[in-house]
């Protein structure tokens, strides 16, 4: 039985591959024309075992003939934090039943650190997958895991106050252009303060990422800690340049 566990658990993950949290169709688009990747793409690949990246894993929706992957990031011993759009099954017009969401720690080119499977979802509050542009504030989900994953090493806190605009950040997830791998802007900025609809804040940051890369973690490291100051929620078309959602209802509900 674990054997057939496996083996599903792996062609899932090549099916979903070259598939992210956006419609197939964007995945068939050159490179400079993907959202949030400009003329000049400053990603690098990282290993994920050093630090920060140790923390973030690949993000994995398994249910029919729907794939869907994201980013995500340990946030607890078995808490992950990543995007609500991701744990939405557009098919169902409901969030994908926990025991679907997979989650892989240190995902390079189909090895992994880890393996758990979601057993309760928590997203934020005001979220609405049917107008996520003007609840984007609310797009994030924590996810509880049926497994410790989050050894000390591993686990990353989220910033108490906000980052200021010009704050040099760096960020890292497993976009659609490069989905087996974890790749890095490694420094990039804060541009600019904003709010949804709904007046929830969000921050503009400048950094190169596309579909895929969704719940990656916008990292700052001060003093020698690595934090949190916000989650990837969308990138910008044509451009590199993101939308980021903050995270202090977030960080209440740890």
């Not at 591959?17 to 688009?29: E, F, H, Q």
């Not at 994920?48 to 973030?56: F, L």
């Not at 099954?89 to 025991?99: A, C, S, V």
């Amino acid at each position: 039985m674990k054997a057939a566990t496996t083996c599903l658990l792996l062609i899932g993950l090549a099916l979903a591959a070259a598939l992210t949290d956006r419609p197939a169709a964007a995945k068939d688009l050159p490179p400079v024309l993907l959202p949030g990747i400009g003329a000049h793409d400053p990603r690098q690949r990282i290993d994920p075992t050093t630090a920060p990246w140790r923390s973030i894993g690949k993000v994995q929706a398994n249910s029919g003939n729907l794939h869907m992957s994201c980013t995500g990031s340990l946030v607890g011993a078995t808490t992950v934090l990543t995007a609500a759009h991701c744990v939405y099954n557009p098919k169902t017009g409901r969030n994908f039943p926990p025991e679907s969401l997979h989650f892989l720690i240190g995902y390079d080119s189909g090895n992994y650190a880890g393996h758990a499977v979601a057993r309760a979802v928590v997203t934020g509050p005001g979220y609405d997958p049917r107008e996520p542009r003007r609840t984007m504030g609310s797009d994030w989900a924590l996810l509880t895991l049926d497994k410790n994953l989050g050894t000390p090493d591993r686990i990353l806190t989220i910033r108490a106050t906000p980052t200021e605009t010009g704050t040099i950040v760096t960020t890292g997830g497993y976009s659609q252009d490069h989905p087996l791998l974890l790749t890095v802007d490694p420094e990039c900025r804060i541009i600019g303060l904003a709010e949804d609809s709904s007046g929830k804040k969000l921050l503009h940051d400048n950094c190169t990422g596309t579909h895929g890369a969704s719940g990656a973690p916008i990292l700052l490291r001060e003093g020698g800690v690595w934090q949190i100051v916000a989650m990837r929620v969308a990138a910008e078309m044509g451009v590199a340049s993101g939308v980021a959602a903050l995270l202090d209802e977030a960080r209440k509900r740890l």
